[in-house]
């Protein structure tokens, strides 16, 4: 009994994933730009665009700059956008391109977590509307993501609040505060240079399929470096897995997918200026 009450006085403690090359295998909102052009919400040129956006993404990510410039993407690209009109799109969409697509090693890592009484949080620069949904499909207990405004069911094209950089690691903070986690007992998993706030917060920092500016880093502060590369769909590796009704899954995915385009195509363009100078 003593050992018992001893652990529940422990300081509790969770593990913070960030979402995109991290737990899923490609951007979590690029995905939906056929789905779009159908519903009349992007033209021709973005679908292009986006496909190879999700190329470079794949190989490269996005640095700092590139990141900042999809929020003036993000502004032009979504306002106005129905949100009834876009879960609506969505709501096939999500179920079907995100659940095959999860990392069989990220869900082996949530389900460890969980099991060593670590609370889990999905931490994404993806809109809300489409990372919580999917933290409800992946068993996360919270979810930190961008917000944008809706004003009479259609976006106003404005960030309420931007869950990038040193955002997420504030926002992890004030978790830290409001749950009684201790950070120096913590984890974080990420793919990205730009999530180094995020990564320095805790005590236990993982670099998973890095990009190069962090794996640089990963390597000059010792910190683990994880490679995941086995998609799989958690119905066929929980079988009894019950999976969240596809309305619920599908709510208002454009936000994540505007934020996710915008960026990646200023990298695109980047990528190919720089090659065009060698």
């Given at each position: 009994?003593?050992?018992?009450?001893?652990?529940?006085?422990?300081?509790?403690?969770?593990?913070?994933?960030?979402?995109?090359?991290?737990?899923?295998?490609?951007?979590?909102?690029?995905?939906?730009?056929?789905?779009?052009?159908?519903?009349?919400?992007?033209n021709?040129?973005?679908?292009?665009?986006?496909?190879?956006?999700?190329f470079?993404?794949?190989?490269?990510g996005?640095?700092?700059?590139?990141?900042?410039?999809?929020?003036?993407?993000?502004?032009?690209?979504c306002r106005?956008w129905?949100?009834?009109?876009?879960?609506?799109?969505?709501a096939?969409?999500?179920?079907?391109?995100?659940d095959?697509?999860?990392?069989?090693?990220?869900?082996?890592?949530?389900?460890?977590?969980?099991?060593?009484?670590r609370?889990?949080?999905?931490v994404?620069?993806?809109g809300?509307?489409?990372?919580?949904?999917?933290?409800?499909?992946?068993?996360?207990?919270?979810?930190?993501?961008?917000?944008?405004?809706?004003?009479?069911?259609?976006?106003?094209?404005?960030?309420?609040?931007?869950?990038?950089?040193?955002?997420?690691?504030?926002?992890?903070?004030?978790?830290?505060?409001?749950?009684?986690?201790?950070?120096?007992?913590?984890?974080?998993?990420?793919?990205?240079?730009?999530?180094?706030?995020?990564?320095?917060?805790?005590?236990?920092?993982?670099?998973?399929?890095?990009?190069?500016?962090?794996?640089?880093?990963?390597?000059?502060?010792?910190?683990p470096?994880?490679?995941?590369?086995?998609?799989?769909?958690?119905?066929?590796?929980?079988?009894?897995?019950?999976?969240?009704?596809?309305?619920v899954?599908?709510?208002?995915?454009?936000?994540?997918?505007?934020?996710?385009?915008?960026?990646?195509?200023?990298?695109?363009?980047?990528?190919?200026?720089?090659?065009?100078?060698?």
């Amino acid at each position: 009994m003593l050992c018992s009450v001893e652990n529940r006085l422990l300081p509790r403690t969770a593990a913070f994933f960030d979402l995109d090359k991290t737990v899923i295998a490609k951007s979590s909102t690029l995905t939906f730009s056929k789905s779009f052009y159908r519903g009349g919400l992007i033209n021709r040129r973005a679908v292009l665009r986006t496909a190879y956006s999700q190329f470079v993404y794949l190989v490269g990510g996005a640095d700092h700059g590139q990141t900042e410039r999809m929020r003036e993407y993000l502004s032009a690209l979504c306002r106005g956008w129905n949100v009834q009109q876009v879960r609506e799109i969505v709501a096939e969409t999500l179920h079907d391109l995100i659940d095959p697509i999860i990392y069989d090693e990220a869900a082996s890592l949530i389900e460890e977590h969980h099991s060593a009484g670590r609370d889990v949080v999905i931490v994404s620069t993806s809109g809300a509307e489409v990372v919580e949904p999917i933290g409800e499909l992946l068993g996360a207990d919270r979810v930190v993501a961008t917000r944008m405004v809706v004003e009479d069911g259609r976006f106003t094209g404005e960030i309420e609040y931007y869950a990038y950089g040193p955002a997420k690691a504030e926002a992890i903070a004030q978790l830290a505060a409001s749950e009684g986690y201790d950070l120096a007992r913590c984890y974080a998993y990420s793919d990205s240079v730009t999530d180094i706030p995020m990564l320095e917060s805790v005590g236990h920092p993982c670099a998973v399929n890095p990009d190069r500016g962090l794996r640089r880093e990963a390597v000059a502060r010792d910190w683990p470096v994880l490679s995941f590369n086995r998609p799989v769909r958690l119905k066929q590796r929980v079988p009894s897995l019950s999976l969240p009704p596809r309305p619920v899954l599908a709510a208002v995915a454009a936000v994540g997918a505007a934020a996710a385009t915008a960026g990646l195509v200023w990298y695109a363009s980047r990528r190919r200026a720089a090659y065009a100078r060698v």
